[in-house]
């Protein structure tokens, strides 16, 4: 719920003028989703409460008026993270397998599933970013 709430803060801390309702409601509302999720209330809503703070996000693209955004990676990798915390912390509370060898397994394949989806998003976004002539095709054909 840190990274979640970190992740509203981002948004709604960015968003200023007239538009910053379109970011603060999302936000604050898939804060409310995801914190109803985890209280077992019913759980799609954490799924709901993701898309809520993606929502917040691409919110905060429009109400700055960006269409690249370097964190765009990073804010990927955080949703991708909230979202398998809180599947795997229902999942620990409606099972008695809580053996701390698979605890720590799963734990550590959640940070390297997170860390993968953020190192996939920097390069395909260096990719997207780089001024190359022709695209990466033409480049690669033409040194033969």
Same mark, same amino acid.
Do not use: K
């Given at each position: 719920?840190? &990274?979640? *709430? ?6 709604? =801390? ?14 604050? !509302?898939?804060? +409310? ?7 077992? &209330? ?6 709901? !409460? $993701?898309?809520?703070?993606?929502? *917040?996000? +691409?919110?905060?693209? =429009?109400?700055?008026?960006?269409? $690249?955004?370097?964190? *765009? #990676? ?6 991708? +993270? ?17 053996? #701390? ?9 959640? !940070?390297? +599933?997170? &860390?993968?989806?953020?190192?996939? !998003? =920097? ?5 997207? &970013?780089?001024?190359? #002539?022709?695209?990466?095709? =033409? ?6």
């Amino acid at each position: 719920m840190t &990274v979640a *709430a970190a992740l509203a803060w981002y948004c709604i =801390y960015g968003a200023a003028g007239d538009l910053a309702a379109l970011v603060v409601v999302p936000a604050l !509302g898939g804060l +409310l989703l995801l914190g109803a999720g985890l209280l077992n &209330v019913w759980a799609p809503f954490n799924a709901l !409460g $993701v898309a809520c703070l993606a929502v *917040a996000y +691409l919110a905060l693209l =429009y109400v700055r008026g960006i269409e $690249v955004d370097g964190a *765009a #990676p990073a804010v990927a990798a955080a949703l991708l +993270l909230v979202t398998e915390l809180a599947w795997f912390s229902l999942e620990q509370a409606t099972t008695a397998a809580n053996h #701390p060898r698979l605890l720590a397994r799963r734990l550590a394949l959640i !940070g390297g +599933l997170t &860390v993968g989806a953020a190192g996939i !998003g =920097y390069l395909l976004l260096l990719v997207a &970013v780089a001024p190359l #002539p022709g695209g990466v095709a =033409y480049l690669v054909g033409r040194d033969r």
